[in-house]
Structure formats: C-alpha cells, structure tokens
C-alpha cells in the first residue's frame, strides 16, 4: 500500500514538472538561456536565417523536435546569392555551432558538407540549403536552434 501511495505520489509530482515544462516551451519562455540571431551576409546582401527550436536539456529534462525535413518549410527560407566573402554571424556567442548542407530539397544531403565544424559550400553552381544548429547555454542546461536560409551558387 505504502509503494503504490509513494508511486502515485511520485508519478504526479513527474506529470506536473514535465507538464510545467512542456506549458513554458509552448509558450516561448525560455529558462535562463540566451538565444541569439543569425545573420548570413555576402556581396553586400544580409539576411537573418529562420531559426526553429530543434532540443534542449533543462533541469535534468530533455527533449527535441523532429527534423525539420518539411518541404513546405522551403517556402520561408530566404535566398542570398553566394559571394567569396559569405559569412555566417550571431549577434551572441552560441556555446557551439554544426554546418549542414542540403541540395534544393531537405532529402539530399551534400557528401563532405555534413556535420561539419566550420562553414564550408560546395563549388558547383546549384541552390543549397544552409543549416547551421547552434546551442545556447551551458553544459547541464542548453537549447538548440537550427537557422535555415537557402545559397544560391552561380
């Protein structure tokens, strides 16, 4: 009797942290973490990536979204043209950041241009898909954010 009163107590203390949780993530509050921007520049054009909550870890709770693989998403990126002096900036410091890039579509991932450290496009003319995943935080309590933006390769 004593285990199934402290295992209902202990299951409804669970639901309302998760719950708590969940209902502050829903809501766009954020615990103490910084979350910056992400501004892609080249040949005098600037654009700020769309940014989506991809996972975190707060207080011993993790979760994540699903990958963001919707081809209606293509929709909202905006396009800047490549030029030798392309850059990839936050207007704060994240605590890391992962380059990926994608052919048009979010199914074709680019050989050699996937989970990498540093910014690194293809050569060959094309339109690209530029994922960078940033994390924001610290070790033991951190979001990510992936910032989606197309590259047009000419």
Same mark, same amino acid.
């Given at each position: 009797?004593?285990?199934?009163?402290?295992? *209902?107590?202990?299951?409804? *203390?669970?639901?309302?942290?998760?719950?708590? #949780?969940?209902?502050?993530?829903?809501?766009?509050?954020?615990? !103490?973490?910084?979350?910056?921007?992400? !501004?892609?520049?080249?040949?005098?054009?600037?654009?700020?990536?769309?940014?989506?909550?991809?996972?975190?870890?707060?207080?011993?709770?993790?979760?994540?979204?699903?990958?963001?693989?919707?081809?209606?998403?293509?929709?909202?990126?905006?396009?800047?043209? #490549?030029?030798?002096? @392309?850059?990839?900036?936050?207007?704060?410091?994240?605590?890391? !950041?992962?380059?990926?890039? #994608?052919?048009?579509?979010?199914?074709?991932?680019?050989?050699?241009?996937?989970?990498?450290?540093?910014?690194? @496009?293809?050569?060959?003319?094309?339109?690209?898909?530029?994922?960078?995943?940033?994390?924001?935080?610290?070790?033991?309590?951190?979001?990510?954010?992936?910032?989606?933006?197309?590259?047009?390769?000419?």
């Amino acid at each position: 009797m004593k285990k199934r009163i402290c295992f *209902i107590w202990i299951s409804a *203390i669970l639901l309302l942290g998760i719950g708590g #949780y969940l209902t502050s993530r829903l809501l766009g509050k954020t615990d !103490t973490n910084s979350v910056g921007e992400m !501004t892609v520049s080249a040949g005098g054009q600037e654009l700020t990536a769309l940014k989506c909550w991809s996972f975190s870890l707060h207080d011993g709770l993790s979760g994540d979204a699903f990958p963001l693989m919707q081809q209606d998403l293509l929709d909202k990126l905006e396009t800047i043209a #490549y030029a030798m002096d @392309l850059t990839v900036s936050f207007n704060e410091k994240p605590m890391s !950041t992962t380059y990926y890039v #994608y052919g048009d579509n979010f199914y074709t991932h680019i050989d050699g241009f996937w989970n990498i450290p540093t910014l690194n @496009l293809p050569s060959t003319p094309g339109l690209y898909i530029l994922r960078v995943q940033a994390t924001w935080g610290a070790v033991d309590n951190y979001e990510g954010y992936d910032y989606l933006c197309k590259v047009l390769i000419q």
